[in-house]
Nanobody
Framework: QVQLVESGGGLVQAGGSLRLSCAAS????????MGWFRQAPGKGRDFVAR????????YYADSVKGRFTISRDNAKNTVYLQMNNLKPEDTAVYYC??????????????????WGQGTQVTVSS
C-alpha cells in the first residue's frame, strides 16, 4: 500500500509560479515512475509530466514544456512540480501518481497504481 500526499496548490495570477509537492509513504521501494496529471472542470484527466525514478528521466506534455519542471528528492520519496509562467488554462485539480511497474511511456493514467487526493490550482487572468 502506498499513500501519496500532495500540497502546494492555490490561487495565483497569470504569469506567477507555484510549486506542488507529493510525498510518498508506505511500500515505496518499488517506484518505477511518478507523474503529474491534471483535470479541469468538465474535462478528462490529462498527463502533465513524468519522471522515471531510477534514471531521473523526465517527459512533459507540450502544453507545459518549458514552463513546468518535475523533480524529486529520493531521500524524502517526494516529487515536485515547479510551475512557472502560469496561464489561466492551467487551472485544474492536479494529481500526483505513482507507477510501480514498467510501461512504455508512463504517460497514461493506466500506467499508475496509486494516486494522491488532488490539489487545486487556480490561475486568474
Amino acid at each position: 500500500q502506498v499513500q501519496l500526499v500532495e500540497s502546494g496548490g492555490g490561487l495565483v495570477q497569470a504569469g506567477g509560479s507555484l510549486r506542488l509537492s507529493c510525498a510518498a509513504s508506505g511500500r515505496t521501494f518499488s517506484i518505477y515512475a511518478m507523474g503529474w496529471f491534471r483535470q479541469a472542470p468538465g474535462k478528462g484527466r490529462d498527463f502533465v509530466a513524468r519522471l522515471y525514478w531510477s534514471s531521473g528521466s523526465t517527459y512533459y506534455a507540450d502544453s507545459v514544456k518549458g514552463r513546468f519542471t518535475i523533480s524529486r528528492d529520493n531521500a524524502k520519496n517526494t516529487v515536485y512540480l515547479q510551475m512557472n509562467n502560469l496561464k489561466p488554462e492551467d487551472t485544474a485539480v492536479y494529481y500526483c501518481a505513482l507507477g510501480s511497474h514498467w510501461s512504455r511511456s508512463s504517460r497514461s493514467s493506466a500506467d499508475y497504481d496509486s494516486w494522491g487526493q488532488g490539489t487545486q490550482v487556480t490561475v486568474s487572468s
